[in-house]
């Protein structure tokens, strides 16, 4: 079972907040009234999802629990494109490890900190003879030099 089942992400103005996700996600989001809350929902494939959500008890905050977005495979672009949608970045991509991948940290548009997660290029494996055994990288593998004998 996944760890999350759904996450909310406090915001003072829902409008600046839906604009400044749709911009760095390249997404559309749409706003709705559940009660005393406006929602943003993020587009979700499955578990986890989550909302943007401006109402009574909801305050950002750079201090406390941390939320890692899912960026794909693209971290690189979700972060060039934070600080033109009004956000701050606070640490470049950071390589975690060949399993765990890449992230970066920063401040959305209403003061949240928030973690970008890029999960690590896919492993393939192959063998000399193209069998599966040896693991080779998403963008290809290393050419094997033969020494001739002397």
């Known amino acids: 079972m996944p760890s999350i089942n759904w996450f909310e992400i406090p915001v003072y103005d829902i409008y600046r907040a839906t604009a400044f996700y749709n911009a760095i996600f ?7 009234q559940n009660g005393d809350h406006l ?3 993020f ?3 499955g578990s ?12 950002p905050s750079d201090v406390g629990a941390l939320i890692y977005l899912n960026a794909g ?4 672009g979700v972060v060039s494109r934070i600080e033109p949608a009004g956000g701050r970045l606070i640490m470049a991509r ?3 490890s060949e399993e765990s ?7 959305d548009s209403e003061g949240n ?7 690590p290029a896919k492993v393939a494996k192959v063998s000399l003879k193209g069998g599966p055994t040896k693991r080779a990288a998403k963008s290809g593998t290393k050419k094997n030099k033969t020494r001739k004998a002397s």
Do not use: N, Y
């Open 26 to 32: 390249h997404t559309q989001m749409e706003t709705s």
């Open 43 to 45: 587009p979700s494939q």
């Open 101 to 107: 991948g890449s992230f970066a940290l920063f401040i």
């Open 94 to 96: 950071s390589f975690i």
């Open 113 to 119: 900190r928030l973690a970008l997660h890029e999960a």
């Open 48 to 59: 986890p999802a989550g909302a943007l959500v401006a109402g009574p008890g909801c305050v």
């Open 39 to 41: 929602m943003a929902v």
């Open 73 to 76: 495979e693209d971290l690189d």
